[in-house]
């Protein structure tokens, strides 16, 4: 069963990665946990994603004020456990806690051209492209409203 727990001192160093030719799409844990720490302003909340009691992931999201909605920032499955629907109830999961939360009505994201797992897995959760982009990273958003 997927549970999401929130990062702590006893669960930031589990050595989750991805695949080397996914390095230029996500960050790994260290970059997932600098980029809370800097966004902490902003209610950043960063999960261990667990399967059962074994970690499989980590994401990480926060409050855009600018552009009211939540940031879905960061989100990785470790290699050894992709392609199992993991990432899929997560990321359900997370969106659901977005939408308890209630501040914003809606979710950002950016997602790196060519990571066609990325895309395909935003769009099976009903995200759209905005038809904005910067550089490499292609923007979708998703409406909480239902």
Known sequence: MIHLETVTPDN????????????????????????????????????????????????????????????FSQFFIDQRYQGRGFGYEAAKQILEMMKQDGKYDRVCLCYIEGDDPARKLYEKLGFRHTGEAYEDEITMELSLKQ
């Open 12 to 71: 930031w160093r589990l050595g989750l990665k991805v695949r080397d030719d996914q390095l230029s799409y996500v960050s790994d844990s260290a970059g997932i946990l600098a980029r809370a720490y800097a966004y902490r302003e902003s209610r950043s909340r960063a999960f261990v994603i667990y399967s059962d009691e074994l970690p499989v992931g980590m994401a990480m999201y926060h409050d855009w004020d600018e552009e009211k909605a939540y940031d």
